[in-house]
């Protein structure tokens, strides 16, 4: 009997609990056209990208979706959902530098102006290569297109970056380009996605720092917790006994509290086109609102040790560094 009841209870628990998480869920509500503007979008394939490049091509603007992945089916799937055809797909491997630089080079000689910058790819599953991806490539992407964004009156920047920051293991500026060590390495897989995350809300800060003369509003936002193919793809490659722990844990807490990738895209989208964020710049976003910032991404003499580092991991030259 007493099974029952607790079997009963977590059920109501996990009712109360998706229910309040629907009324706190925060929703785009910008009544903005963008006809005349133009976004980039990375990462804009599938997932919580794909819903944001959608949502922006349904308000008029010219969408660039970058990827690693073909995108021309999402290309054609969003120009027959929402009438806009002018949306192309240019690729991009941002965990190489030289794709990185490529691509840049591409768009600073097509495209006249840049009004949202997006910077929503990023991989789990594949620690390896997190930094690259989830943080160096950004990083290096958004230098290399920051004279176009300065031509652009009022442009925006999103780092999509994840409330995962907090969980962190950078106690150094050398932890960076080293894994993430813990007592169960079933966690350090979790910990250098977390690292890289951290990385993703210094750096928006950085920039928001440094462009804020410009006009240029630069801001980082947690997503929620998502049920995209960035984590299922993790579950492949991570086959340990803890880390199937971890995924039922996981799948079933997104069951009651997650979202779906057009909810995880709100505030994304909040950022990029609310006027209500046009003065708002270096802060950290959850459901359409300002959020704690983890503390160590407020430590000055830290965040200003990473972006040095990481200016010279990315090899910047002189003249590509924001003074």
Known sequence: MSCLITIAF???AGIVLKIYTILSMGWCRA?????GKTALVTGGNSGIGYETALHLASRGCRLIIADVVDSESSRKQIV???GND???YKWIDLGSLESTRKFAEDIIKTEPRLDILINNAGVAGFPEIYMHINHFGSFLLTHLLVDLLKKTPRSRVVFVSSILAFLHQLKTVEDITKPARFYCKSINPLLQYNNSKLCNIIAARGFAKRLSKHGITVNAVHPG???TAIFRSAGKRLFDLVFKIFRFVSDTTIW???KSAEEGAQTSLHCAIDKSVEEISGQF???CKVFKVPPKATDQAFSEAVWTECEKLVKLSQEEKIQ
């Open 86 to 88: 002018n949306i192309i």
């Open 256 to 258: 009651f509290v997650g």
């Open 225 to 227: 917790l998502v049920s």
């Open 10 to 12: 977590i059920l109501f």
């Open 31 to 35: 009544k903005v056209c963008l006809v």
């Open 80 to 82: 027959e959902e929402t």
């Open 285 to 287: 976003f959850s459901d």
